[in-house]
């Protein structure tokens, strides 16, 4: 088991480091872009814009309206596995 929990914390350490480096080159990549929305880059074409959605404040809501905010409310069950 302590062999298999190594192997995990190997991954995880490369996982992050490889996150770092997408965000490095994704940052890069809008910074190259500059105020355009999209840019072909050979076989690429490439997008980043605004993407606009809307959310329900559930604090705000439990705050006016505590009633209907519990008769909405639903609860689930997860497992989290963590390792010290």
């Known amino acids: 088991m302590e062999a298999k929990v190594m192997e995990l914390k190997e991954l995880q350490r490369m996982q992050d480091e490889l ?7 994704k940052d890069a990549i809008k910074a ?24 329900v404040d ?5 705050k006016a309206m505590p009633e209907v905010a519990a008769q909405f409310t639903k609860t689930t069950t997860s497992h989290r596995l963590t390792i010290a």
């Open 19 to 25: 996150e770092a480096e997408i965000d490095s080159l």
């Open 32 to 55: 190259a872009m500059g105020d355009q929305e999209q840019i072909i880059a050979g076989a690429f074409k490439i997008t980043y814009k605004a993407v606009s959605s809307s959310r």
């Open 58 to 62: 559930t604090t705000a809501l439990k």
